[in-house]
């Protein structure tokens, strides 16, 4: 069974940039065919994909936030990585990682920006 687990700061100033990692056990960010993916939930709202990364190293981004975002990964510690630039009090939300299809999620992070 794959698991992942988030991991980075809570709060973020304001114009800064979020970092966030992603830690994957029980499978291989280089061979299995899956889609490693960030998510977010803003309070109130609904779920939003912001990007993914596949087993060869490929990235996709949504296009709304493709100016903004990076997502890169660590092969040596089967970590993916997720960074939004220029960050406002509107990015504050429950950041995800995911490998889809198969729907396997982390618990999720609350990101707080501070303005």
């Known amino acids: 069974q794959v698991q992942l687990q988030e991991s980075g700061p809570g709060l973020v100033k304001a114009s800064q940039t979020l970092s966030l990692t992603c830690t994957v056990s029980?499978?291989?960010?280089?061979?299995?065919?899956?889609?490693w993916s960030w998510i977010r939930q803003p309070p109130g709202k609904g779920l939003e994909w912001m990007g993914a990364?596949?087993?060869?190293?490929?990235?996709y981004y949504s296009p709304s936030l493709k100016r903004r975002t990076s997502i890169s990964r660590d092969t040596s510690k089967n970590q993916f990585t997720l960074q939004l630039n220029s960050v406002t009090p509107e990015d504050t939300a429950v950041y995800y990682c995911?490998?889809?299809?198969?729907?396997?999620w982390g618990q999720g992070t609350q990101v707080t920006v501070s303005s």
């Open positions: 995911a490998a889809f299809p198969r729907d396997y």
């Open positions: 990364i596949n087993y060869s190293g490929t990235t």
């Open positions: 029980g499978g291989s960010i280089t061979t299995d065919y899956y889609y």
